[in-house]
Structures are given as structure tokens and as C-alpha cells.
């Protein structure tokens, strides 16, 4: 298992937005001393619910005062992205941080996001899977260019030119049925956000599993998952800590993406977020669409996540992980302090643990 932090930015803390990006940022920084595998970030625009607009930026800082993590931009949002200016921003990280960056690929889902970019969202799914060909092709032969319906790019030679890129090396978020289908058309590894309870995806992604392979001629990879987490040593501070800031978290997400917007039920890939917007309206309201969002990700002291990751495992097979431990406006005394718990005490054995096959999809 690959265990890496993800940057959500998110500044709830009240301070200069300057000051916070420090702050945030540092987090990828010692994540490498810790132990951590990757460091990855959003991207994100216009508000406090994700303040880093180029993770790609971002990650050349990082590059220059790490050694070894790997660098995840998780994810570069190709509907607001040239694909000729993301291959040369992923080629000039790779050749400065010496062949550490993974790309990740998204195609966003906030229409605040893509109003201010100019775009339409109902043209997401097009953008995307016209860009990712695009980016990938680019980052295997050096040369871009495109005749597509969003697209037309005369043939372009990329410098620094691009070296060992293969789709091993590239994944894309799929949380929606028409995602994870493409993930698997192209070839590439998925990353998925907890958002409940994991047995309600294992037909979305078992479905990927057997289009990968059928597609490709072999087993397809461990997925990414996303976690938001709560490390700390007792029960009565899981309590505090899920109260404080996850919440705020949870109610962020929802207004952000707008849950449930009319405006989804048009777009039938966006279901996943037409029926988060219904579990909010259901039985329970958003007291148990909240309380489910807390069961899917890892929140307890470290005795629970590990067993909340064979449980997981039991249910999903392997998978690795980037695990953002800041957020709700937690302060950073309070994300160090996670981290570094859940470095020293889950993160080895996450590691060793090995799972049973995973559960069939009804």
C-alpha cells in the first residue's frame, strides 16, 4: 500500500489567505520526513472551500525542498486546463523534481468553478475525455496535437521533452459510473473521495475492474482513495474532533457542489451527485447523509483506523491512499499532531496488511 497526504486548502482558519498557503503547503513538506509517500493537491478556485488554483505550481516548491515523496497533483482539472500548457507544466516538474510527479486528471463538478472559467459543465464529460487522450499521448511521445471537437491543436514538440511517461503513471477521479468507465477504457488508475458506505460502490468498481481488464489484458491496479481523517488516542476526542471540524467539512462540501442541484438532473454524469443530493433529502435528512459520510472515511483513534482499513480491504480489496488531515479550520499544531500519530502508529501497519479478495457486487 502507497500512503500520501492530499492538500485540500481549504481556509476556514480565519487568517490572510498569504500566510495560509504557507502554512498549507508546509504540510507536503513534512510529509517526507514522516514517511509519506505522496504529496498530492486539489485544484481549485474562487472560494475558501479549496484555495489552490495550480497544484502543478505548487508542487515545484515542494519539489525543490523534498528528495524522494512523489508528487501528485490530485487532480488537474482538465475542462479549465489547455492540454498543451498541462503537458509542459507536468514535463518542466518531472524533469526539475527527477521523474516524481504522478498526474492526476479530473474533470470537475462545481458549476460556481466552471461559470468563472467560462465554461459549460454539461460539456464536461466531452472536455475531459478529449483533453486526457490528448495529455496522454503528449506525455508518451513528446508531440501534441489534435483535431477534436473541442479541440484543434497543429502538431507542437514539448521541451523539456517529456521522459518515461506511461499510463502507470497517470490516473483520474471517478466518482461517477461514465468516469469510472473511462478510467478503465484508457488505462488508467482511478482515485475515488469517501462519500459512505463502500459496499454502495462495489458495483461501479468492480465494473471498472473487468472493463480494465477485458480492455487491457491485465488486472488493473490498486485504486486511490481519499480520506478525510481524525488520528488521535481516545474516543472522547474523536468525538470532539468529528464535531468541530469534520462537520464543517462535510457542510462545505455540499455547498460547494451544490448536492442535489436541479441542475445535475440533466446531466446523467453527475448521477452520483443527484443521489448525494437525495440522501441529503431522505429519511434522516442531512443528519444521516452526514453521519454516512463520517462511516466512509477513516475517523478514530489509531486501534479503530486499522481496523476500519481491514474492514475496508475485506470489502474493496487493495487500494492506497492520500489522507488530508487538514481541514474545518483545524490548526496546525492539531494537523501535525495527527499526521504524525497516524505515521507512527497506523501507517506501518496499513502497509504490511494484506486483503482478502473483496466482495463480490450484488
Not at 525542498?65 to 489547455?82: E, G, H, R
Request: glycine share 8%; with cysteine.
Amino acid at each position: 500500500m502507497q500512503i500520501g497526504v492530499h492538500l485540500g486548502f481549504q481556509n476556514l482558519h480565519g487568517m490572510p489567505d498569504m500566510e495560509f498557503f504557507r502554512k498549507e503547503t508546509q504540510i507536503a513538506i513534512e510529509a517526507e520526513a514522516m514517511g509519506f509517500d505522496f504529496a498530492a493537491m486539489v485544484e481549485h478556485h474562487f472560494t475558501d472551500y479549496a484555495a489552490c488554483p495550480d497544484p502543478l505550481q505548487a508542487l515545484s516548491y515542494v519539489a525543490a525542498k523534498t528528495k524522494t515523496i512523489k508528487l501528485m497533483p490530485a487532480a488537474v482539472i482538465l475542462p479549465w486546463n489547455d492540454p498543451v500548457r498541462v503537458v509542459e507544466k507536468v514535463a518542466m516538474l518531472d524533469s526539475l523534481s527527477e521523474g516524481r510527479v504522478i498526474l492526476g486528471m479530473g474533470r470537475g463538478a462545481a458549476r460556481r468553478e466552471f461559470n468563472g472559467f467560462r465554461k459549460d459543465i454539461a460539456d464536461s464529460r466531452e472536455l475531459f475525455d478529449e483533453a486526457a487522450l490528448i495529455i496522454m499521448d503528449g506525455l508518451e511521445t513528446g508531440t501534441v496535437k489534435a483535431n477534436t471537437k473541442h479541440f484543434q491543436q497543429p502538431e507542437v514538440e514539448i521541451r523539456p521533452r517529456p521522459e518515461g511517461w506511461t499510463r502507470d503513471r497517470m490516473l483520474m477521479v471517478s466518482m461517477s459510473p461514465s468516469s469510472a468507465e473511462v478510467a478503465a477504457e484508457y488505462g488508467l488508475k482511478a482515485l475515488r473521495f469517501s462519500q459512505g458506505d463502500w459496499s454502495h460502490s462495489m458495483k461501479e468498481i468492480n465494473a471498472y475492474r473487468s472493463t480494465f481488464e477485458a480492455k487491457h489484458g491485465k488486472k488493473a491496479p490498486p485504486f486511490v482513495i481519499s480520506d478525510f481523517v481524525v488520528c488521535v488516542d481516545t474516543e472522547e476526542q474523536v468525538a470532539e474532533y468529528t464535531d468541530e471540524y469534520f462537520a464543517k467539512q462535510f457542510y462545505q462540501v455540499a455547498n460547494h457542489y451544490e448536492w442535489g442541484g436541479e441542475h445535475f438532473k440533466n446531466m446523467p454524469s453527475y448521477a452520483t451527485y443527484v443521489a448525494l443530493g437525495d440522501a441529503m433529502n431522505a429519511a434522516g435528512g442531512p443528519e444521516k447523509a452526514y453521519k454516512d459520510y463520517i462511516g466512509g472515511n477513516l475517523i478514530g483513534t489509531p486501534a479503530q483506523l486499522i481496523e476500519k482499513d481491514a474492514m475496508r480491504k475485506a470489502t474493496v480489496g487493495d487500494y492506497d491512499i492520500i489522507a488530508n488531515f487538514s481541514y474545518g479550520g483545524m490548526s496546525y499544531d492539531r494537523v501535525y499532531d495527527q499526521m504524525k500519530r497516524f505515521a507512527d502508529k497506523v501507517m506501518p501497519t496499513l502497509r504490511e496488511s494484506a486483503s482478502a479478495e473483496p466482495v463480490a457486487a450484488e
